[in-house]
């Protein structure tokens, strides 16, 4: 069935610090969604790409989906104590890779932001 | 306010027993999905239901089960429970299925805890 990697699992960084988080799926999607989770907190979301090679901006958070539509990583600018919590992306399976529309979340990626 | 509301926001019980969680999803919304979270685990995908029908399946144990009611709202029954059990359960809605499914709004969860 279809999977979809999330990394990396955790990521610590400075304030200031860029971070970058990369999703890969098993099987084409029809299109990618992003969540926030803050600590105690439930998911949110943040942003939905659905063309190819597609990128999206968010003030200091950037977007981006693969050309083949099977990866997409989201990248954050001079990192902030906000930014800290958990990131999760979902792919939506297109009809084509046998998954037939069914949203898979990655398993998250951890971000601390030491101030 | 996701305007997806989840009852009880905390539960603790014996193992052995019976809990039963639930769900309103947000107006219009008739797509509703129960994920499990589990401490420093992502969000594994339960069941799903659309309009009173189940839709898709995940990794749900047998010892559970969920209905979606004519007014929409879920319940997720759980039963036999056991330590392992203890976890996060999180309710999301969302307006459509498939192609269409467009952007998840989770509840608040709720946080079951099993003695």
């Known amino acids: 069935g279809q999977q979809v990697m999330q990394i990396p699992q955790y990521q610590h960084v400075q304030e200031g610090e860029d971070f970058t988080t990369y999703c890969n799926s098993s099987?084409?999607?029809?299109?990618i969604q992003w969540y926030k989770q803050r600590p105690g907190g439930h998911p949110v979301f943040l942003i939905q790409?659905?063309?190819?090679?597609e990128v999206k901006k968010q003030k200091r958070l950037t977007f981006q989906f693969g050309e083949a539509k099977k990866n997409s990583s989201l990248h954050i600018t001079a990192t902030q104590t906000t930014d800290v919590g958990t990131y999760f992306c979902?792919?939506?399976?297109?009809?084509?890779?046998?998954?037939?529309?069914?949203?898979?979340f990655g398993k998250g990626t951890l971000l601390t932001v030491n101030p | 306010d996701s305007g997806v509301t989840q009852t009880p926001k905390h539960l603790i019980t014996a193992t052995g027993q019976r809990v039963t969680l639930r769900c309103s999803p947000r107006?219009?919304?008739?797509?509703v999905y129960w994920y499990q979270q589990s401490l420093d685990q992502g969000l594994q995908f339960l069941i799903q239901?659309?309009?009173?029908?189940?839709?898709a399946k995940g990794n749900i144990l047998e010892r559970f089960s969920a209905q979606q009611f004519p007014d929409l709202h879920s319940e997720l029954n759980l039963s036999s429970l056991e330590l392992g059990d203890s976890a996060l359960y999180f309710c999301?809605?969302?307006?459509?299925?498939?192609?269409?499914?467009?952007?998840?709004?989770f509840g608040e969860g709720s946080r079951l805890t099993v003695l």
């Open positions: 979902a792919g939506l399976g297109d009809r084509s890779g046998g998954s037939n529309y069914k949203l898979t």
């Open positions: 099987t084409t999607l029809s299109n």
């Open positions: 790409l659905v063309k190819s090679g």
């Open positions: 999301a809605s969302s307006v459509g299925l498939g192609e269409d499914t467009g952007e998840l709004f």
């Open positions: 239901y659309y309009n009173g029908e189940e839709r």
């Open positions: 107006s219009g919304d008739l797509s």
